[in-house]
Nanobody, 124 residues
Framework: QVLLVESGGGLVQAGGSLRLSCAGSGRTLSTSAMGWFRRAPGKEREFVAAIDWSGGSTYYAGSVKGRFTISRDNAKNTMYLQMNSLKPEDTAVYYC?????????????????WGQGAQVTVSS
C-alpha cells in the first residue's frame, strides 16, 4: 500500500500562489494516475485536477482551469499542484490521491490511496 503525504499548504492573500506537493512512499507511483481533490467547509469533496501515469495527459475542474497546474516527477515519486491567482473560494483542505491504473480519472471512487490533506486558506 502506498502512503501519500501532502505538504505546502498555508495562508495566502487573494491573488497569491501556493504549490502543493504529494510525496509517495511504499511503492512506486510511476504506473498510477493521480489526482487532487478538495473539501471546502460545509461542502462535499470535489475534483480539482487529474494526471495520467506519464504526466502527458491532464484534466481540470472548470473552476480552476487556467489558474492551477498539475504535474508529477516520477523519479521523485511526487506530484504537484501549482495554484496561482488564488481566490477566497479556493479555501479548502486539499487531498492527493492515487489509483492503480495508468489512465486519469475525475471520480474519487476510482482512487484507492489518499493523503491526509493539506489546509489552504485564501484571505480576501
Amino acid at each position: 500500500q502506498v502512503l501519500l503525504v501532502e505538504s505546502g499548504g498555508g495562508l495566502v492573500q487573494a491573488g497569491g500562489s501556493l504549490r502543493l506537493s504529494c510525496a509517495g512512499s511504499g511503492r512506486t507511483l510511476s504506473t498510477s494516475a493521480m489526482g487532487w481533490f478538495r473539501r471546502a467547509p460545509g461542502k462535499e469533496r470535489e475534483f480539482v485536477a487529474a494526471i495520467d501515469w506519464s504526466g502527458g495527459s491532464t484534466y481540470y475542474a472548470g473552476s480552476v482551469k487556467g489558474r492551477f497546474t498539475i504535474s508529477r516527477d516520477n523519479a521523485k515519486n511526487t506530484m504537484y499542484l501549482q495554484m496561482n491567482s488564488l481566490k477566497p473560494e479556493d479555501t479548502a483542505v486539499y487531498y492527493c490521491a492515487a489509483r492503480r491504473d495508468v489512465s486519469l480519472s475525475t471520480r474519487d471512487a476510482d482512487f484507492g490511496a489518499w493523503g491526509q490533506g493539506a489546509q489552504v486558506t485564501v484571505s480576501s
